[in-house]
Nanobody, 117 residues
Framework: QVQLVESGGGLVQPGGSLRLSCAASESISNLYVMGWYRQAPGNQRELVARISSGGHIIYADSVKGRFTISRDNAEQTVYLQMNSLKPEDTAVYHC???????????WGKGTLVTVSS
């Protein structure tokens, strides 16, 4: 099962930007749909963005136009560029890898994003 390690979280003021990275322990090309999910205190985990091996992308309505997901298969890394951050974006952000062959999910431990003045 692929191991995932997130980085890039932190404290940022409203309107600011952060770039999250997710490093995978093995190749993510072809087999994996990669995604970012987030979980705020007291809330369920929700999809933020997802990108297929072919580059098809889905965003949550709440982040459209502000967040951009991308993947670098050669570097085994997925990114989430977050702009115009709002306090309601505060959450732990988790990286997900869905293996389309085995239909198994792998999760990272998460990185905390706090948007506050």
């Amino acid at each position: 099962q692929v191991q995932l390690v997130e980085s890039g979280g932190g404290l940022v003021q409203p309107g600011g930007s952060l770039r999250l990275s997710c490093a995978a322990s093995e190749s993510i090309s072809n087999l994996y749909v990669m995604g970012w999910y987030r979980q705020a205190p007291g809330n369920q985990r929700e999809l933020v963005a997802r990108i297929s091996s072919g580059g098809h992308i889905i965003y949550a309505d709440s982040v459209k136009g502000r967040f951009t997901i991308s993947r670098d298969n050669a570097e085994q890394t997925v990114y989430l560029q977050m702009n115009s951050l709002k306090p309601e974006d505060t959450a732990v952000y988790h990286c997900n890898a869905y293996n389309t062959n085995t239909r198994m999910d792998s999760w990272g431990k998460g990185t905390l994003v706090t948007v506050s003045s």
